[in-house]
T-cell receptor, first 112, second 116 residues
């Protein structure tokens, strides 16, 4: 079955730097990947979706790439701010309807 | 435009009691999903429902857990005879009724279930 793997170690970066988070998948390439942000005690919030035939997708300071050769998606936050501190989840659709399978998430901390 | 509403926000139960978690999807959404999140673990899919139908319950434990989404009213996740291992955050999500399989999910704030 398909697995989604994210680096479980927290990522600490300085304000203003670019944060890069990794999402790896096994087996077949999913038709799309989604990225969500989750704050403590809250539900995930959708950020970006990238399809298999798209190399890159951007939204303001966010950028997502999809490399089917490496079986990997990278999530970038440029000019990071302390308010970007949160856990970021990668997810793919693996079943009927919109059922999503999530990775365990990577915690990002942006320090002053 | 209210988002996905879950209640209660926190629920405390003693072992053996029943827990009922409620979820009202966003207006216009007819697809509901329930996920469970344990500390240090990812979101685990439990069940996917449309109005009056269970579409996929492959993530539901075989016993004690059930879900419904009636024609009128919220979706209910019911856990009978709770055990300590049921303690977790339970999230509900909803999506629009489209045939495309890449719709984003809108999540509620979750119900934190604590079993004493």
């Amino acid at each position: 079955s398909q697995k989604i793997e994210q680096n479980s170690e927290a990522l600490n970066i300085q304000e203003g730097k670019t944060a890069t988070l990794t999402c790896n998948y096994t087996n077949y390439s999913p038709a799309y990947l989604q990225w969500y942000r989750q704050d403590p005690g809250r539900g995930p919030v959708f950020l970006l979706l990238i399809r298999e035939n798209e190399k890159e997708k951007r939204k303001e300071r966010l950028k997502v790439t999809f490399d089917t050769t490496l079986k990997q998606s990278l999530f970038h936050i440029t000019a990071s701010q302390p308010a970007d501190s949160a856990t970021y989840l990668c997810a793919h659709g693996g079943g009927g309807g919109n059922k999503l399978t999530f990775g365990t998430g990577t915690q990002l901390k942006v320090e002053l | 435009n209210a988002g996905v509403m879950q209640n209660p926000r926190h629920l405390v139960r003693r072992r053996g009691q029943e827990a009922r978690l409620r979820c009202s999807p966003m207006k216009g959404h007819s697809h509901v999903y329930w996920y469970r999140q344990l500390p240090e673990e990812g979101l685990k899919f439990m069940v996917y429902l449309q109005k009056e139908n269970i579409i996929d319950e492959s993530g539901m434990p075989k016993e004690r857990f059930s879900a419904e989404f009636p024609k009128e009213g919220p979706s209910i996740l019911r856990i009978q005879q709770v055990v300590r291992g049921d303690s977790a955050a339970y999230f509900c999500a909803s999506s629009q009724p489209r045939f495309a399989t890449n719709e984003k999910l809108f999540f509620g704030s979750g119900t934190q279930l604590s079993v004493l």
